[in-house]
């Protein structure tokens, strides 16, 4: 019998490597692409429109934009900007969404040519496949240039490999090939700090919510808490571990989180994966840091795949993580505990994952779930986890049970033993 798969939500026509949420519309963005060879795959962001229609969730293509020959690698949202990662470059765009209807009339000769709306054939590969005359509404969403800097001076293959918004929007975060982080004032673009933070290319970089701690991620073994450009510390997961040696392990990803109910508790995730790859490989770690003080609070082994993407819910509830397998796992952030898994549920690594945020949209479409989460991999196909809510008593009803137990019991001891009362 064959591994249990999620069905395909969408599928796209080109590798995909990035998606997000926006919270306002509830579109779902994805992008990616064959970058700059001539094999004839192209680049785009594609926006999906997600719906939940009798407990399934489906996704619709409602706007394809092409970057020409330029792959999107990652990316950010701030409110209607995107900031993508294209080679070297942050290419930012800006992305309106209309009334489909109101756009068509006001340029009706366009839409009764056809250019407005179009109806794809059945064997178009771009849609989603729930429908076979699926439409491309076009007209609903309209993307611009807004500006370009470049993120990334590596003199060997620059490439942008990480990208994130500060919370306040006031700040954009990017890190390349070349070990540097570069910060700008948002929407300025006004350069703010440029600095040496790894000896090698990055993997990943945070904010913290209040703007103080920048945390990276680099391939030279380190994860770095930065206090604007300065270095304030070096983190350290393994220090009661003795089995582990200093370059078993590295890195891979790091988040601030959110902790429920504590507004002013703030919490770091890390990843750390093996260095080597080994005919038995050994386990990839999760670690939870206190995300004022950086001490160490909790590690828990999270499977012998090798993981390849980290995400936190909006809430900070529950952790997301893709491997190099095509695997998926949610994990509860209080005790680390996996609460979801899917073995090779894609064919090929998991680029990026997104929960559906705790907006009026995002609820709308988790529907009876107590989370859901999308995940994109390089086998083009775009896939929704969900965990059902778990059924619970109301405990006005645990405590009538109990009282008609302690009743039933007190009448068995009574015929059992006559005069017990």
């Not at 795959?41 to 407990?55: A, D, Q, R, T």
């Not at 040519?113 to 491309?136: L, V």
């Not at 993407?309 to 952030?333: E, K």
């Not at 006005?396 to 068995?412: E, N, P, Q, R």
Request: net charge neutral.
């Amino acid at each position: 019998m064959g591994k249990r798969k999620v069905p395909d939500l969408y599928r796209a026509p080109f590798p995909l490597y990035t998606i997000k949420v926006d919270p306002k519309t509830g579109l779902v963005i994805t992008a990616g692409g064959g970058g700059a060879s001539k094999t004839g795959i192209k680049n785009g962001v594609h926006f999906l429109s997600l719906e939940l229609v009798g407990g399934r969730h489906s996704a619709t293509l409602l706007h394809s934009h092409d970057t020409e020959t330029r792959a999107t690698m990652n990316m950010a949202l701030g409110g209607d900007v995107i900031a993508a990662g294209q080679d070297d470059t942050c290419a930012l765009m800006r992305f309106r969404q209309h009334d489909g209807r109101k756009a068509a009339a006001k340029d009706g000769t366009a839409a009764e040519q056809g250019t407005a709306r179009k109806r794809g054939g059945r064997g178009d590969k771009s849609g989603s496949g729930n429908s076979p005359e699926m439409k491309d509404e076009t007209a609903q969403i309209t993307v611009e240039d807004v500006s370009s800097v470049k993120s990334d001076l590596s003199p060997l293959d620059p490439l942008q490999k990480c990208v994130r918004f500060s919370s306040d929007l006031k700040l954009l975060l990017a890190g390349g090939t070349d070990g540097h982080i570069r910060v700008w004032e948002y929407p300025s673009m006004k350069a703010k700090f440029d600095f040496k933070a790894h000896e090698s290319e990055l993997e990943d970089v945070d904010i913290s919510p209040d703007n103080k701690h920048i945390v990276t991620v680099g391939r030279d073994f380190a994860c770095s808490v930065w206090s604007g450009d300065q270095l304030a510390m070096g983190l350290c997961w393994h220090d009661n571990m003795p089995q582990i040696t200093e370059k078993m392990y590295r890195y891979q990803s790091c988040r601030f989180g959110k902790v429920e109910d504590q507004k002013d508790v703030v919490r770091l995730y890390t990843v750390q994966i093996p260095h080597k790859r080994e005919r038995k490989p050994p386990p990839c770690y999760l670690t939870k840091w206190d995300g004022h003080t950086f001490l160490p609070l909790l590690t828990k082994t999270c499977g012998n795949e090798v993981i390849s993407c980290l995400a936190v819910s909006d809430s900070g509830t529950f952790l997301g993580l893709g491997t190099v397998t095509g695997s998926l796992a949610i994990h509860i952030t209080f005790s680390l505990q996996r609460l979801y898994y899917m073995q090779e549920s894609h064919g090929i690594v998991v680029t990026d994952l997104a929960f559906l945020p705790n907006s009026t949209k995002g609820l709308a479409v988790k529907g009876d779930n107590e989370v859901a989460m999308l995940s994109v991999a390089v086998d083009s196909r775009c896939q929704m986890h969900a965990v059902p809510n778990r059924r619970t008593f109301p405990l006005w009803l645990v405590l009538i049970l109990c009282a008609f137990m302690v009743v039933g019991i007190i009448l068995l001891l009574q015929n059992l033993f006559p005069g017990f009362l």
